[in-house]
């Protein structure tokens, strides 16, 4: 089964730091990843995926994510935090019954960021 | 670029009664859209594929007398939560592909059923 695991609940940063946020993922097959962040009582924003290529994948907003096959992670990373990227960020994988699109998606529990000045 | 629209963002109804919420595609046709609940600090399960002119797929574990949805034309899904309870409250998201496969997110529904 498909699965992705983000073992933080919370990341800390001060403004300026780079940050990281941990994904870990279980699929069958070759595996669809995205980071989407989520602001209070709103909807999801999508910052970037891998299907495939490149490891090291970029995104919106500065943030980028490296995929690494043997450790089945997906990290997200940001050079310098913002204290406008604090948030909650979802990793997700796409599920088996996609049906050809992004729309079968399973999320990860979320990881609060807090970046402070 | 694309757009997902979601109607009420807020909504507050009595316990017994049923609650409409619209998604949506402002600029592009979706044939497919998804149902999402998000519990207070959880993440997001999806509940249900809406699928224009046939019926929704609905996951394992909703209820689909519960959890009325109609997908009407290419650009709307509507997600009716039927004599809604208070352990019905939660944040109701729909997403809708687009022709690229690229998914949009509606900015969400919160219902509280007092």
């Known amino acids: 089964a498909q699965s992705v695991a983000q073992p933080e609940d919370q990341v800390n940063v001060a403004e300026g730091n780079p940050l990281t946020v941990k994904c870990t993922y279980s699929?069958?097959?070759?595996?669809?990843l995205f980071w989407y962040v989520q602001y209070p009582n709103r909807g999801l924003q999508f910052l970037l995926k891998y299907i495939t290529g490149d490891n090291l994948v970029k995104g919106s907003y500065g943030f980028e994510a490296e995929f690494n096959k043997s450790q089945t992670s997906f990290h997200l990373k940001k050079p310098s935090a913002l204290v406008s990227d604090s948030a909650l960020y979802f990793c997700a994988v796409r599920g088996l019954n996609y049906g050809g699109s992004q729309g079968n998606l399973i999320f990860g529990k979320g990881t609060k960021l807090s970046v402070k000045p | 670029g694309a757009v997902v629209s979601q109607h009420p963002s807020w909504v507050i109804c009595k316990s017994g009664t049923s609650v409409k919420i619209e998604c949506r595609s402002l600029d592009f046709q979706a044939t497919t859209m998804f149902w999402y609940r998000q519990f207070p600090k959880q993440s997001l399960m999806l509940m249900a594929t809406s699928n224009e002119g046939s019926k929704a797929t609905y996951e394992q574990g909703v209820e689909k007398d519960k959890f009325l949805i109609n997908h009407a034309s290419l650009t709307l899904s509507t997600l009716t939560v039927t004599s809604a309870h208070p352990e019905d409250s939660s944040f109701y998201i729909c997403?809708?592909?687009?022709?690229?496969?690229?998914?949009?997110f509606g900015e969400g529904s919160r219902l509280t059923v007092l």
């Open positions: 699929v069958s097959g070759n595996p669809y």
């Open positions: 997403s809708a592909p687009s022709r690229a496969g690229e998914l949009f």
